[in-house]
Nanobody, 123 residues
């Protein structure tokens, strides 16, 4: 299993970014997959997930601002982030999880993670 995130960067408050996660080594369409982030000095937390039937999950902190999507034909996962706030500054990771877990279980229970991409929101 390989997951490779991209699209991070620096942006001003109110700005937007689109993260991508390229997946390989497994049957992408048969797995739930999502995004977690680790803010400075804090633990890793799920913020969004998408299931094999395209049902989505969002943490309250990003609901209404972030949109998760997947392209099974390209084995790609995306996270469109809008109205970014300084509190969104974090390293963002994609990871697979069980399609039976709604919401996703604590991050430590899953094994397949990317290397992360840094998002910095600052004026």
């Amino acid at each position: 299993v390989q997951l490779v995130e991209s699209g991070g960067g620096s942006v001003r408050p109110g700005g937007s970014l689109r993260l991508s996660c390229a997946a390989s080594g497994f049957i992408f369409s048969q797995h739930a997959i999502g995004w977690a982030r680790q803010e400075p000095g804090k633990g890793l937390e799920w913020i969004a997930g998408i299931y094999t039937d395209h049902t989505t999950y969002y943490a309250d902190s990003v609901k209404g601002r972030f949109t998760i999507s997947r392209d099974n034909a390209k084995n790609m996962l995306y996270l469109q982030m809008t109205s970014l706030e300084p509190e969104d500054t974090a390293v963002y990771y994609c990871a697979t999880y069980s399609d039976y877990d709604y919401p996703p279980r604590p991050t430590g229970e899953y094994d397949n993670w990317g290397q992360g991409t840094q998002v910095t929101v600052s004026s």
